[in-house]
């Protein structure tokens, strides 16, 4: 069981770490100041780390149907 939860976990991060590398690659060309820049980067990290979850639930609620 632990080897599935660890399967899972790792699936996790590297789905949120191609999403924060997606989320910088979209997020950079919009930066034109410092502060609207971190704050913007922020946003894409804060969103990696939801993003993962969102998938599951909505592939769920796809196969519920």
Do not use: D, H
């Not at 924060?20 to 969103?47: D, H, I, N």
Request: hydrophobic share 55%; glycine share 8%.
């Amino acid at each position: 069981m632990r080897s599935i939860i660890k399967w899972v976990v790792g699936l996790y991060v590297v789905l949120a770490i191609i999403t924060v590398g997606f989320q910088v690659y979209y997020r950079y060309p919009m930066c034109s100041e410092a502060g609207g820049c971190a704050l913007s980067m922020t946003k894409g990290v804060v969103w990696s780390a939801i993003w993962p979850a969102y998938w599951a639930i909505q592939w769920n609620l796809l196969r519920l149907r």
